[in-house]
Nanobody
Framework: QVQLVESGGGLVQAGGSLRLSCTAS????????MAWYRQAPGKQRELVAF???????HYQDSLKGRFTISRDNAKNTVSLQMNSLKPEDTAVYYC????????????WGQGTQVTVSS
């Protein structure tokens, strides 16, 4: 079964930290860069960060220095360490391959809610 399962979200005060995890099916994980995306209420889903198979990373400019993406190729998992969280980071966070094209659009998971209180 092809799936993406995100976890680790929650409610945190501004300045706090959270670590998100995503377990992906082998068919998605192997051979693809992996990414975290987020969707805030009333906004379109946006790219947060992605990591190549070899570990090269790219971040949304506004998140550099606060978020760190990593992957474990043995476990088919991708993680997102989020520090110094701000209320504007409140969103549902999703993982998927990068880029999301074609059939990958069918495999979005439920996401994990991150809420940052001021």
């Amino acid at each position: 079964q092809v799936q993406l399962v995100e976890s680790g979200g929650g409610l945190v005060q501004a300045g706090g930290s959270l670590r998100l995890s995503c377990t992906a099916s082998r068919s998605i994980f192997r051979g693809n860069a992996m990414a975290w995306y987020r969707q805030a209420p009333g906004k379109q889903r946006e790219l947060v960060a992605f990591i190549s198979i070899g570990g090269n990373t790219h971040y949304q400019d506004s998140l550099k220095g606060r978020f760190t993406i990593s992957r474990d190729n043995a476990k088919n998992t991708v993680s997102l360490q989020m520090n110094s969280l701000k209320p504007e980071d409140t969103a549902v966070y999703y993982c998927n391959a990068y880029p999301v094209v074609g059939i990958l659009n069918n495999y979005w998971g439920q996401g994990t809610q991150v809420t940052v209180s001021s």
